[in-house]
Nanobody, 120 residues
Framework: QVQLVGSGGGSVQPGGSLRLSCTAS????????MGWYRQAPGKQRELVAT????????NYADFVKGRFTISRDNAKNTVYLQMNSLKPEDTAIYYC?????????????WGQGTQVTVSS
């Protein structure tokens, strides 16, 4: 099993910045990629950004390109999401996610979620 613990949410003004962190524990070697999804009230959960543990390949939603940066520190089993130029529409609960390598069977894990609020 894999456990995910996310942190770093908070309340900021438009244009501000936050950095989210997610640390994984357990069977880390089974994980192919980690990242962040978000869900606002009344909306579906959507992908924000992901990064592979192997080669560091990244994938971003179009609405965050140029503003958010995902990175990883494999030695710490941690991924980070640096969020700059935050907008009110970024307000959501952000969930850390991890996906297994296909060799270990399709499965994904979720963190507890951290609230990000952007308002003036």
């Amino acid at each position: 099993q894999v456990q995910l613990v996310g942190s770093g949410g908070g309340s900021v003004q438009p244009g501000g910045s936050l950095r989210l962190s997610c640390t994984a524990s357990g069977l880390i070697f089974t994980i192919n990629a980690m990242g962040w999804y978000r869900q606002a009230p009344g909306k579906q959960r959507e992908l924000v950004a992901t990064i592979t543990r192997g080669d560091g390949s990244t994938n971003y939603a179009d609405f965050v390109k140029g503003r958010f940066t995902i990175s990883r520190d494999n030695a710490k089993n941690t991924v980070y999401l640096q969020m700059n130029s935050l907008k009110p529409e970024d307000t959501a609960i952000y969930y850390c996610n991890a996906k297994r390598h296909p060799a270990f069977g399709q499965y994904e894990y979720w963190g507890q979620g951290t609230q990000v609020t952007v308002s003036s």
